[in-house]
């Protein structure tokens, strides 16, 4: 059970076709950064804050008379890469440096699948591995992102990187010794995850479990489970020391600025003095399903006016609640703000709502928009001329013919890794597949369905659905 080296693999044909499959995830992300593709709201607030970072030395947002004001609704994370990024580059390109933001994160994501493949190397074998470098480098859908400035590609990444880390600390627990430089290593990956977004504490939560768990098993078996418990319980807990140590500059600062125990970031990304709007949410997600009703009307609020014409007929329970919300979407658009007054009668229809269809609410709205993350054509952030709306066929056959072709290839990949983790092939099966799970679990309570929300959960779908295209690798061989 050897890391990954070309030096070391079987034959000169092997080193080239790695070489190869390396090659061609370059030439995708370099096609893609070339060509123009949508943008996206959360990219100008990580700008402002990192701009603001960098020249002002306040970690905040520019408001009226451009003062700047304390924030604390997005983790520091990106905005520390961006500002890092430009004080490097923007003497050199003035005006193109963001240029070199998308080449660091093309090469992280390359990077990335490098260390699944040596993941799948130690615990699969070559051929394996081989598979899991070529969805790796070959996924349009993680791809994409690496020619954007959002935080996707380093949080992938971080989930590579934590998956690596803990397998080789996993490993050497197998082997009979400890390998701490691995355990630290997973913790670094876990932190990274948590400055970038709030969910990367899935992943923290994940990992901490994890080496608990088939430490003290691969413990006792040798020695008793005192000891392995013990061995395990050391593990986790080196592992959480290293992860969590960087969120506690954020957190006293949060704590010294607002006066709030903030240690990531609001689940409605807002700032203590921001209302959440906990009116309109509850209202949206009493009917809110695909991705392009958040695109058409959650997005919209505070900003532009929303066409009831646009929301679905389950948005409405009865002639009385549609006059009611037309009403309410009426006295919104007016000046287009949300005023307590406004919230609160959200608030009051949401409830009507949640009281008639409770079961609705609870479990069939949340379970349909984990089912439309997962499901939806990957096309948004590829080109605007691809249609939301992509089951619109008379209105845009090409562009809806090539949103399906997208969206089978992304069932092949979720179908193919189904498929590995009911075969029992895929290693360290417990953590990787709880982390999915967990992650779409947590997803469920979200108002707003985004397909880019699970892309966190491909390294894991390349690993399992490689079991399936390799057939002949070894199994379980290397499972603490």
């Known amino acids: 059970m050897r890391p990954l080296s070309f030096s070391r693999m079987n034959d000169s044909a092997s080193r080239w076709r790695w070489l190869l499959w390396i090659a061609a995830g370059v030439l995708l992300r370099l096609i893609l950064m070339a060509f123009p593709r949508p943008g996206d709201d959360d990219t100008g607030p990580y700008l402002m804050l990192g701009d603001n970072l960098l020249h002002r030395g306040i970690y905040g947002m520019t408001g009226e008379n451009n003062s700047v004001a304390p924030s604390l609704f997005r983790l520091p994370g990106y905005p520390v890469f961006l500002a890092t990024m430009e004080l490097l580059f923007a003497r050199i390109w003035q005006n193109a440096w963001m240029y070199a933001v998308f080449v660091v994160q093309a090469l992280v994501d390359l990077a990335g699948g490098v260390l699944l493949a040596a993941f799948a190397r130690r615990y699969l074998g070559s051929r394996t591995a081989e598979a899991v470098l070529a969805l790796a480098m070959l996924c349009p859908f993680t791809a994409a992102y690496?020619?954007?400035?959002?935080?996707?590609?380093?949080?992938?990444?971080?989930?590579?990187?934590?998956?690596?880390?803990?397998?080789?600390?996993?490993?050497?627990?197998?082997?009979?010794?400890?390998?701490?430089?691995?355990?630290?290593?997973?913790?670094?990956?876990?932190?990274?995850?948590?400055?970038?977004?709030?969910?990367?504490?899935?992943?923290?939560?994940?990992?901490?479990?994890g080496l608990f768990w088939y430490t003290a098993r691969s413990g006792a078996a040798k020695n008793g489970w005192r000891r392995g418990m013990r061995s395990g319980l050391a593990s986790s807990t080196l592992f959480s020391l290293i992860a969590l140590a960087p969120l506690a500059p954020w957190t006293i600062r949060n704590w010294e600025v607002f006066h709030v125990f903030q240690p990531l970031a609001p689940r409605y990304a807002n700032d203590p003095s921001e209302?959440?709007?906990?009116?309109?949410?509850?209202?949206?997600?009493?009917?809110?399903?695909?991705?392009?009703?958040?695109?058409?009307?959650?997005?919209?609020?505070?900003?532009?006016?929303?066409?009831?014409?646009?929301?679905?007929?389950?948005?409405?329970?009865?002639?009385?609640?549609?006059r009611e919300t037309e009403k309410l979407l009426s006295d919104y658009n007016v000046d287009c703000q949300i005023t307590p007054e406004i919230d609160a009668r959200f608030g009051t229809l949401a409830k009507q709502r949640i009281d008639s269809h409770p079961l609705r609410y609870y479990v069939v709205l949340p379970l349909a928009r984990v089912a439309d993350m997962w499901l939806r054509p990957r096309t948004e952030?590829?080109?605007?001329?691809l249609p939301l709306r992509w089951w619109e066929w008379q209105e845009h056959p090409g562009g809806s013919l090539f949103a399906i072709f997208y969206g089978l290839l992304n069932a092949a990949?979720?179908?193919?890794?189904?498929?590995?983790?009911?075969?029992?092939?895929?290693?360290?099966?417990a953590m990787l597949g709880g982390y999915v799970v967990l992650r779409s679990l947590t997803l469920a309570?979200?108002?707003?369905?985004?397909?880019?929300?699970?892309?966190e959960c491909f390294p894991i779908l390349f690993i399992a659905a490689a079991v399936v295209l390799a057939p002949g690798a070894k199994t379980g061989s290397a499972q603490p």
């Open 381 to 385: 952030y590829l080109s605007e001329a």
């Open 275 to 322: 209302s959440p709007l906990p009116g309109y949410m509850s209202w949206t997600r009493t009917w809110l399903v695909e991705y392009v009703s958040s695109y058409d009307v959650y997005w919209q609020i505070g900003a532009n006016p929303i066409d009831i014409h646009l929301l679905p007929s389950r948005a409405f329970d009865s002639a009385e609640q549609y």
């Open 445 to 455: 309570t979200l108002q707003n369905a985004e397909p880019r929300y699970t892309l």
């Open 413 to 429: 990949l979720l179908s193919l890794a189904v498929i590995g983790f009911l075969r029992r092939r895929v290693p360290l099966a």
């Open 146 to 209: 690496t020619g954007i400035a959002m935080t996707e590609s380093l949080s992938i990444f971080a989930v590579s990187l934590g998956i690596y880390a803990t397998g080789k600390a996993l490993a050497a627990t197998q082997a009979g010794f400890s390998d701490g430089g691995a355990v630290v290593l997973a913790g670094i990956a876990a932190a990274l995850a948590m400055l970038l977004r709030a969910d990367g504490a899935l992943l923290f939560a994940v990992l901490a479990a």
